[in-house]
């Protein structure tokens, strides 16, 4: 079984620009959540998508963005970088649908750092 | 979504037993309560969740008074490993939106 995978590892960008980042889901999980965890700070989550669609939002500005493909995979994009989205950015996947009693069992991936300069 | 109150820091030492509480007044009938654990430079990790009463897993114990508006993480003698931040959250499964809302959490330290 694979465990939830996301690249790149680091990243530095520059005030305005764009960027992508990208979460491999654990095998089986239709569902994908993306959060950004500024330093000394618990997760603030951004949004999550189930089976292609966005299914609740963060209170994040539009310029963060996703999309979720049909393997489940995902991607997280950030418009007109601001020095306050230097974060990690964390994905979790999790298996959406009927409530199984175990909903809130998300697996994380190891997160992207985002450097904003 | 209920507001949780853990306390920020926790020092213990190896072999002991830890508690960790978390206070959660507002909970709603169809909240779950769920425990994180989350090491520096990586993602959180699921470690138990609980309605009522006690929920015991491999690795902890959760007890829930019967009014629910507290929960009390169990650790077994920890070890050095077991230092990281603690997060307990409160939420419902409505549908398929399962968003997890995590406050500050508790930076449990384990001395030698």
């Known amino acids: 079984e694979t465990g939830v995978t996301q690249s790149p590892t680091h990243l530095i960008k520059t005030r305005g620009q764009q960027v992508t980042l990208r979460c491999s889901s654990q095998s089986g999980h239709n569902t994908v959540s993306w959060y950004q965890q500024a330093l000394g700070q618990g997760p603030q989550f951004i949004f999550q998508y189930y089976r292609e669609e966005e299914n609740g939002r963060g209170n994040f500005p539009p310029r963060f963005s996703g999309l979720q493909f049909p393997n489940y995979s995902s991607e997280l994009n950030v418009n007109a970088l601001e020095l306050d989205d230097s974060a990690l950015y964390l994905c979790?996947?999790?298996?959406?649908?009927?409530?199984?009693?175990?909903?809130?069992?998300?697996?994380f991936g190891p997160g992207t750092r985002l450097t904003v300069t | 979504l209920a507001k949780t109150t853990q306390p920020i820091s926790m020092d213990s030492y190896e072999g002991q037993e830890v508690n960790i509480t978390c206070s959660h007044n507002?909970?709603?009938?169809?909240?779950?309560i769920t425990w994180y654990q989350q090491f520096p430079s990586q993602g959180p990790r699921f470690i138990i969740q609980?309605?009522?009463t006690k929920v015991t897993n491999e690795v902890a114990s959760l007890f829930i008074p019967a009014d629910r508006k507290s929960s009390t993480l169990s650790l077994p003698r920890v070890s050095l490993s077991d230092t990281a931040v603690y997060y307990c959250l409160v939420g419902s499964p409505s549908g398929s939106a399962r968003q997890l809302t995590f406050g500050s959490g508790t930076q449990l330290t384990v001395l030698p």
């Open positions: 979790a996947s999790s298996l959406g649908g009927e409530w199984d009693g175990r909903s809130y069992e998300q697996y």
């Open positions: 609980g309605y009522k």
């Open positions: 507002n909970i709603a009938t169809n909240d779950y």
